[in-house]
C-alpha cells in the first residue's frame, strides 16, 4: 500500500502493506512525456511488489492518486516539468511529501543533455545523485499524414525532401499550427462558442489553450503563414 491507498484496502486485499512500514515513501517523477511515466510505472512496480517499498508516482500530492501506475482512472496524467527542479530539491529536504501541497519527489526516472545545466548543478551540490544511462536511446523521426503521402509520394523518401529546390514546395504543402485558443480567438467566427468541423467548443483551461489537437474535441487547424512565404524568407520559410 502507499499513501493513496485507504487503510481499508489493506483489510479486503487490495493492496498489502509494506514490509518495511518504517521505510519512507518514494515518490517518482510522471514525467511530461509518455516514456517518462512508463518509466515510472516500472520504478513503482518494482518498488511497491518486489521490494515492498511504498512508492507513489506524481509531481504533486494532486497528481499522485491519477497518475499511478494503480489509479482507477486508467489514463495518461502528465505533468509541467517547470517545477520538477524545485520540487526534486524539496523532496531531497523532506521525508514525506505527503506532507505538503508544493511540488515533491525524490526520483526523475528519465533526464535528457538538453536539461544538463539543471541536473549538473545540483549533482555538483549534492542534492542529486549523477544522472546514468536507463537504457533507452532517443531518436528523432519525420511523420506525415497518410493522405499527404498518397498525394506526394516523393516525400515518404528523403530525397523528396532535401535540396534548395525542394523549400517552395514543401513551405507550400505544409502549413503552420495553430494554438487551440489562437483558432478560436482568430479564426472561429464564433469563437468556438458553437461547434463546427475543428473545434467542439472553446479551450477551459491554460493547459488547453496550448494544445494544437484534442481528441474529439479540438481536431487542429493549419494556415500559411508569412514563415511559409518564400518571397519574404527566402533561407527559412
Given at each position: 500500500?502507499?499513501?493513496?491507498?485507504?487503510?481499508?484496502?489493506?483489510?479486503?486485499?487490495?493492496?498489502?502493506?509494506p514490509?518495511?512500514?518504517?521505510?519512507?515513501?518514494?515518490?517518482?517523477?510522471?514525467?511530461?512525456?509518455?516514456?517518462?511515466?512508463?518509466?515510472?510505472?516500472?520504478?513503482?512496480?518494482?518498488?511497491?511488489?518486489?521490494v515492498?517499498?511504498?512508492?507513489?508516482?506524481g509531481?504533486?500530492?494532486e497528481d499522485?492518486?491519477?497518475?499511478?501506475?494503480?489509479?482507477?482512472?486508467?489514463?495518461?496524467?502528465?505533468?509541467?516539468?517547470?517545477?520538477?527542479?524545485?520540487?526534486?530539491?524539496l523532496?531531497?529536504?523532506?521525508?514525506?511529501?505527503?506532507?505538503?501541497?508544493?511540488?515533491?519527489?525524490?526520483?526523475?526516472?528519465?533526464?535528457?543533455?538538453?536539461?544538463?545545466?539543471?541536473?549538473?548543478?545540483?549533482?555538483?551540490?549534492?542534492?542529486?545523485?549523477?544522472?546514468?544511462?536507463?537504457?533507452?536511446?532517443?531518436?528523432?523521426?519525420?511523420?506525415?499524414p497518410?493522405?499527404?503521402?498518397?498525394?506526394?509520394?516523393?516525400?515518404?523518401?528523403?530525397?523528396?525532401?532535401?535540396?534548395?529546390?525542394?523549400?517552395?514546395?514543401?513551405?507550400?504543402?505544409?502549413?503552420?499550427?495553430?494554438?487551440?485558443?489562437?483558432?478560436?480567438?482568430?479564426?472561429?467566427?464564433?469563437?468556438?462558442?458553437?461547434?463546427?468541423?475543428?473545434?467542439?467548443?472553446?479551450?477551459?483551461?491554460?493547459?488547453?489553450?496550448?494544445?494544437?489537437?484534442?481528441d474529439?474535441?479540438?481536431?487542429?487547424?493549419?494556415?500559411?503563414?508569412?514563415?511559409?512565404?518564400?518571397?519574404?524568407?527566402?533561407?527559412?520559410?
Amino acid at each position: 500500500c502507499n499513501s493513496d491507498d485507504s487503510t481499508k484496502d489493506s483489510k479486503i486485499k487490495h493492496c498489502d502493506l509494506p514490509s518495511y512500514k518504517q521505510y519512507p515513501e518514494i515518490r517518482i517523477y510522471n514525467g511530461d512525456r509518455e516514456s517518462k511515466l512508463f518509466l515510472a510505472w516500472i520504478n513503482q512496480i518494482v518498488l511497491m511488489e518486489l521490494v515492498q517499498v511504498p512508492a507513489t508516482v506524481g509531481l504533486t500530492s494532486e497528481d499522485t492518486p491519477m497518475s499511478s501506475f494503480y489509479s482507477n482512472e486508467n489514463i495518461i496524467h502528465l505533468s509541467e516539468p517547470k517545477s520538477v527542479w524545485e520540487g526534486i530539491k524539496l523532496g531531497n529536504n523532506i521525508t514525506n511529501c505527503t506532507s505538503t501541497v508544493r511540488p515533491c519527489v525524490h526520483f526523475l526516472p528519465e533526464v535528457w543533455p538538453t536539461q544538463k545545466s539543471e541536473y549538473a548543478v545540483l549533482s555538483e551540490e549534492k542534492i542529486i545523485e549523477p544522472p546514468i544511462p536507463n537504457g533507452l536511446f532517443g531518436k528523432s523521426g519525420i511523420y506525415i499524414p497518410a493522405l499527404t503521402a498518397k498525394k506526394y509520394p516523393s516525400l515518404t523518401i528523403w530525397y523528396g525532401l532535401r535540396g534548395e529546390k525542394k523549400r517552395e514546395f514543401l513551405a507550400k504543402i505544409f502549413k503552420r499550427p495553430t494554438t487551440w485558443i489562437y483558432y478560436c480567438t482568430k479564426i472561429s467566427r464564433t469563437n468556438c462558442l458553437e461547434p463546427d468541423n475543428t473545434a467542439v467548443r472553446p479551450p477551459q483551461s491554460r493547459e488547453e489553450n496550448k494544445k494544437y489537437f484534442f481528441d474529439g474535441v479540438f481536431k487542429g487547424y493549419f494556415k500559411f503563414t508569412q514563415k511559409n512565404n518564400c518571397t519574404l524568407n527566402a533561407q527559412k520559410c
